[in-house]
């Protein structure tokens, strides 16, 4: 108890000095709570204080110690990194100066500088140990290079995670349908499910029918849920998941789902209740990009997206100007890691292109303390993205049966307005174009019309989304019936 106390006490120091964080105290930290677990059967009243879970923090202390965490982030990266070193040279910026107020001196890194040359943004004084890629469904996958000691401290703070925010224990077993190329989150899931005792299971993004017969399946495992009981996954293939379901007459109790945590893709209210009712499992998202880890965002009950202070710097601004997004306006997302969480790729005001809108006015829900935005909107392409955001498409296609999911979709440019076409199962579909016209008004969205089709080649190309990502098995979707052998 007492070690675990200086583990504490060691990474609390670090933070507030913005000192060298050591991974074997947040991985002490994590372990002694997993033991906390077994012990006595849930997390101890001390739980605030892990990393992560810190409540309302003094508005004095609180900058200061962003002061702190933006200037020695910004000295790594003008010091070790060939990209910012050429910047702040550039610009005759000393990093020792900067502050909260003047940290937009700091130009916004696009996300094209990083794809097309990861290396320079590597520290040289790191020591690379894991390449992460994205799934590169949004365009070139993007390259992060990780030190042993960072994926260290991104599996502690998985594991406190999972164990403080899904209420992970070791009778669950959790399954991970997700693209084998997102590195980052299979490792982290994979470690901090079994750190805690729990089971893990790797379906990958197979064939939906293979993956509820999975999902459905006896495990017959001493000490372990009688099904797997946790699903984590992306928007669209929960999507996938849930046509089978549907369509092949499958029942919320073939399952014993308790929960299922989306991330990755825009998850719409309809999808998420179509999803609860087909699976029978309380369905919630949270908000992470392996660009910004540790740093990330979580829903509250009045739906705004809370977003962590402590492992990094978060900024709303214009997707052309970089300008500040004024309260109740429509930004991206602008993220910068801090040191010392981050050691080898840094990245300063780095784009994510993630669509957000900032309250109008201070939200006044259990997690206030955080800075908020709404859930993410969609990823910016132009304005239009903004006029018609991904969010508000899905949230107009996910609601209809009639629309095979993961729903189907293109923007056609007009003169006087864009035009949706949409995939359907079959035409005419003049009562569903009808409702879909009727809730595009109700949405707000400005279409000129709205197309249905019954094949993909006569439509415009449609966006990739990660249920494209498909692995392929030999495994049949309803295995036949072992046969034993009849004794001699």
């Known amino acids: 108890m007492f070690g675990t106390a200086l583990s504490q006490l060691r990474y609390g120091m670090a933070v507030l000095r913005n000192g060298r964080i050591r991974p074997r105290d947040l991985e002490r930290i994590s372990r002694d709570l997993v033991a906390t677990l077994a012990e006595f059967g849930e997390p101890g009243a001390d739980s605030a204080l892990l990393p992560g879970q810190a409540g309302a923090v003094d508005p004095a202390v609180r900058r200061t110690v962003t002061e702190r965490s933006l200037r020695a982030t910004a000295r790594a990266a003008a010091r070790h990194t060939a990209y910012y070193r050429r910047t702040f040279d550039e610009l005759g910026l000393d990093p020792g100066t900067l502050t909260p107020e003047t ?56 594991t406190v995670s999972a164990v403080l925010g899904m209420g992970l224990r070791p009778h669950h077993v959790l399954a991970y349908a997700g693209c084998s190329r997102a590195t980052l989150p299979l490792v982290n899931v994979e470690e901090s499910v079994t750190r805690i005792g729990a089971a893990f299971v790797q379906i990958g993004t197979v064939d939906p029918a293979v993956a509820l017969d999975r999902l459905a399946a006896p495990l017959g495992l001493r000490g372990k849920a009688p099904q797997i009981t946790h699903l984590t996954t992306s928007a669209s293939y929960l999507a996938a998941l849930v046509e089978e379901a549907e369509q092949r007459g499958w029942d919320a109790a073939d399952f014993g789902l308790a929960s299922i945590g989306v991330g990755g893709e825009v998850l719409s209210d309809p999808l998420r209740e179509r999803a609860e009712r087909a699976l029978g499992a309380r369905v919630s998202t949270s908000y992470m990009m392996t660009e910004a880890v540790p740093s990330g965002g979580t829903s509250c009950d009045e739906g705004h997206l809370h977003h962590t202070a402590e492992f990094g710097h978060l900024e709303v601004v214009d997707p052309v100007t970089h300008a500040p997004t004024p309260p109740g306006g429509t930004g991206i997302i602008v993220q910068t890691p801090y040191v010392p969480y981050r050691d080898c790729t840094l990245l300063l005001r780095y784009a994510t292109g993630d669509l957000v809108r900032r ?78 016209e009727e809730r595009a008004t109700a949405l707000g969205l400005a279409l000129v019309g709205i197309v249905p089709h019954d094949d993909p080649a006569t439509m415009p190309t449609t966006g990739p989304v990660r249920a494209d990502l498909r692995e392929h098995t030999f495994e049949a979707a309803h295995p036949a019936p072992v046969r034993l052998a009849s004794p001699a």
């Open 359 to 436: 309250p109008e006015a201070e939200p006044a829900c259990a997690m206030a303390h955080l800075p908020a935005t709404s859930p993410v909107l969609g990823r910016w392409s132009g304005p239009r993205s903004v006029e018609t955001p991904t969010r508000s498409l899905l949230t107009l296609l996910d609601a209809e049966r009639d629309v095979p999911q993961p729903a189907r979709y293109a923007i056609e440019e007009r003169p006087g307005g864009p035009l949706l076409h949409v995939l359907v199962r079959r035409l005419p579909a003049t009562a569903l174009r009808g409702r879909l």
């Open 103 to 158: 940290w937009d001196r700091v130009p916004v890194t696009p996300k094209s500088a990083l794809r097309a040359l990861p290396a320079a943004f590597v520290s040289a004084a790191s020591a690379p140990a894991l390449m992460a890629l994205t799934t590169g469904t949004s365009g070139t996958p993007t390259t992060v290079w990780f030190s042993r000691a960072e994926v260290e401290v991104s599996i502690a703070m998985s």
